[in-house]
């Protein structure tokens, strides 16, 4: 398994993605002024590379790279973002910014890119309000070099009936989503969980975007 670490992006009218990276090794040993290379790649939707970039970080030093601005115009709603510094497993942040509320949800990175072992079923542990709640989109991201077929479903938190049900195709090294259309669904209850059938690899799991009624929206996997 490489020290190479991933995380989802987002392309689209509304998500800015921002990959905020530091460099950790000058907090561990600040009076040696180590710099750090970072190489940063991105997968499109079928996890080929469509952009690779080196870039250095002085001691103490920190970058935050929009993806956006990597893709220069390449088409790509959604697909995977992965660094490597070659000293052990990277840690870098990935925010994703709604472009017209200016609200911000905050993500770690996932887990080790080139797995080839896959997940067990997998039930989140949100509860969900659908109250004033629009739609529930699920991103998926696939670690692996493996494809993956997902199948997401929605329960009643206490009665555990479904509510509806997605299913989503994936390519290794790659991403993809869902979307529940909460507001068209009929006698949605007020609570609701999530669960797949399989995840794409042992760690992953889902993210779980909420956009409600009022434009505001959170993120959280888990």
Known sequence: MSGRIGQLFINDDKITTYLCLNNHLSFLSPEEGKELSVNVQLHNEKGDIVVEKTVHLANRGALSLSVSELLQGIPCRVGMASCDTGVGNTHFFTYYLNNESQAMAIIHPQSAMGQSEKGKAWRSCQSIVTDKLQSL?????????????????LRDFY?????????????????GFVEFDIVRLSACPSL???????????????????????????????
């Open 159 to 175: 009665e555990k009936t479904v509510v509806d049900e997605r299913m989503l195709q994936v390519e290794g090294a790659s991403a």
């Open 137 to 153: 989109k699920v991103f998926h991201a696939n670690h692996s070099i493996h494809p993956a077929t997902i199948r997401y479903t």
């Open 192 to 222: 609701v969980s999530l669960e797949t059938d399989t995840l794409p690899s042992p760690n992953g799991k889902a993210l779980l975007m909420r956009e409600y009624s009022n434009g505001r929206y959170s993120m959280s996997h888990g």
